[in-house]
């Protein structure tokens, strides 16, 4: 699996990415704030990959907390990758939690590809979507944050597993080791 992408961009649309890397060209489908991100010619992406009978999909993502949202949008139903992208495109993953945490409707059924039907449903399933700030997490965290998904996927509900991590330090797999046996406890 392709969890991230170093390369030159040779093209570059609102909407996708042509990296090269390794003597390979790979499309990356990126949101509107990530594109107007990029600066360099050189990039570094977080990628979210999707494997279909008809296609291999890589979505691109500057900011790790991006990709988290739209890890999250794609786990309900009747939410794929256009439209996650698309809620990525309209919101930062901060706004959108304080949309998700206001339950403001109209402003979700700004995102094209979501009416009143999928913003409930959305509203209902991220309830408890929190957005941590780079400056909040620090830097260098990522170790934390994959292992944070690692114990979600696994079925550990959030609160849980934030008390599970709190004060630890390591690599993912540290991480997920000792959290686990804290779990186990609650």
């Known amino acids: 699996m392709i969890v991230g992408i170093e390369g030159e961009v040779l093209s570059r649309e609102p909407t996708y990415l042509h990296i090269a890397t390794g003597g390979l060209i790979y499309e990356v489908q990126v949101s509107l704030n990530c594109s107007a991100a990029i600066k360099d010619k050189r990039v570094r992406l977080h990628i979210t990959q999707i494997i279909r009978e008809d296609a291999h999909l890589l979505f691109g993502f500057m900011d790790f907390s991006e990709k988290r949202m739209f890890d999250t949008l794609l786990k309900i139903n009747g ?27 109209d402003m979700l059924k700004r995102v094209p590809g979501i009416g009143p039907k999928a913003a409930s449903r959305i509203f209902v399933e991220l309830a408890d979507f929190i957005v941590e700030s780079e400056r909040e997490r620090g830097e260098g965290n990522e170790n934390m944050d994959e292992a944070f998904m690692a114990l979600e996927s696994l079925g550990f509900k959030k609160e849980a597993i934030k008390k599970a991590l709190s004060g630890e330090t390591g690599d993912t797999a540290t991480l997920v080791k000792r959290a686990l046996k804290k779990l186990q406890r609650f």
């Open 79 to 105: 939410v794929g990758p256009k439209v996650a992208l698309a809620v990525c495109s309209t919101f930062t993953p901060e706004t959108f939690a304080r949309i998700i945490s206001s339950k403001d409707v």
